[in-house]
């Protein structure tokens, strides 16, 4: 059972910047493909951006695309989410997740809910004018 837990959250002002992290318990972590996704107030949860096993693939969603960058560190078991040039629109609850592929199997980035084994508690990210 890989569990993640997601930190970085918090109140910040439009146009302003905040970095997620996304910490998993397992080594399995480093050929697992990571994805942020994020539920607003009233709305369905939607995709925000993925990684590969070796950060070599990543996808936006085009409403973050050029704002939001996913890395990840697998010496640290971390993938983050860099956001900047906040909008109100951004306030949500984020959600990292994790696709561990059966052993002997590196991960592609993917851009469907389904695809995820695991998801952290998430973390809260408030846009305010």
């Known amino acids: 059972q890989v569990r993640l837990v997601e930190s970085g959250g918090g109140l910040v002002q439009a146009g302003g910047s905040l970095r997620l992290s996304c910490t998993a318990s397992e080594n399995t972590f480093r050929r697992s493909g990571l994805g942020w996704f994020r539920q607003g107030p009233g709305k369905e949860r939607e995709f925000v951006a993925t990684?590969?096993?070796?950060?070599?693939?990543?996808y936006y969603a085009d409403s973050v695309k050029g704002r939001f960058t996913i890395s990840r560190d697998n010496a640290k078991n971390t993938v983050y989410l860099q956001m900047a040039s906040l909008k109100l629109e951004d306030t949500a609850m984020y959600y990292c997740a994790a696709n561990v592929p059966p052993s002997g199997w590196l991960a592609d980035p993917s851009t469907d809910p389904s695809w995820y084994d695991y998801w952290g508690q998430g973390t809260q990210v408030t846009v305010s004018s």
């Open positions: 990684i590969g096993w070796n950060s070599i693939k990543t």
